[in-house]
């Protein structure tokens, strides 16, 4: 059976946007050897990826090529008027469980789940993540969205896995308990 991952990168204090939803700092990351830390080969093992519409936008706004092309995309918002306007993407305000439910049951590929901050706790309120893969970059940002806005729920998580690269970079798996 498919996973439901959140794949993400985060900063040292637990940032994953700045305060206006920008990613402007993973490119300040000298990486002059262009390692992808480990993103290939995780998406090759993706056949959906979620996300809620403020992802969305901000993905769009980076003024490339749909990056999922190939895959499912849910855009997760409560906004029913919203239409994405990126191949095989499909807007949804479906109950979380059921949505989750029903993809494991026909996807043979993981689910990625791309952010944001809200859709993750919801995520993990809802019992729905399977595995985190946090991407550690060596920056603090001090303000900025955090990666666990308002979870109350305790979860516990086991690490299954290290990665270390030569930018400071540091992949850390956990699956949960």
Same mark, same amino acid.
């Given at each position: 059976?498919?996973?439901?991952?959140?794949?993400?990168? $985060?900063?040292? #204090?637990?940032?994953?946007? %700045?305060? #206006?939803?920008?990613?402007?700092?993973?490119?300040?990351?000298?990486? =002059?050897? *262009?390692?992808?830390?480990?993103?290939? @080969?995780?998406?090759?093992?993706?056949?959906?990826?979620?996300?809620?519409?403020?992802?969305?936008?901000?993905?769009?706004?980076?003024?490339?090529?749909?990056?999922? /092309?190939? !895959?499912?995309?849910?855009?997760?918002?409560?906004? &029913? #008027?919203?239409?994405?306007?990126?191949?095989?993407?499909?807007?949804?305000?479906?109950?979380? $469980?059921?949505?989750?439910?029903?993809?494991?049951?026909?996807?043979? &590929?993981? /689910?990625? +789940?791309?952010?944001?901050? *809200?859709? /993750?706790?919801?995520?993990?309120? &809802?019992?729905?993540?399977?595995?985190?893969?946090?991407?550690?970059? =060596?920056?603090? +940002?001090?303000?900025? /969205?955090?990666?666990? =806005?308002?979870? %109350? !729920?305790?979860?516990?998580?086991?690490?299954? !896995?290290? @990665? *270390?690269?030569? $930018?400071?970079?540091?992949?850390?798996?956990?699956? %949960?308990?």
């Amino acid at each position: 059976m498919c996973k439901t991952t959140l794949y993400i990168a $985060t900063t040292l #204090d637990g940032k994953i946007a %700045r305060k #206006d939803g920008s990613l402007d700092w993973l490119n300040a990351l000298p990486n =002059p050897n *262009q390692i992808d830390h480990g993103y290939g @080969e995780f998406l090759n093992g993706v056949g959906t990826t979620i996300m809620g519409r403020n992802t969305y936008e901000e993905i769009i706004g980076f003024g490339v090529d749909w990056p999922y /092309i190939g !895959k499912t995309s849910y855009v997760v918002t409560n906004n &029913k #008027d919203f239409k994405p306007s990126t191949p095989e993407t499909l807007a949804t305000s479906e109950n979380l $469980t059921d949505l989750i439910n029903e993809l494991k049951k026909k996807s043979e &590929k993981d /689910i990625w +789940l791309i952010g944001g901050g *809200q859709l /993750i706790a919801a995520f993990l309120e &809802k019992d729905l993540l399977d595995r985190m893969i946090l991407t550690l970059i =060596p920056n603090t +940002l001090g303000e900025g /969205i955090p990666l666990f =806005p308002e979870i %109350r !729920k305790e979860v516990l998580w086991t690490l299954t !896995k290290v @990665e *270390q690269f030569e $930018t400071g970079v540091v992949n850390l798996t956990y699956d %949960r308990k």
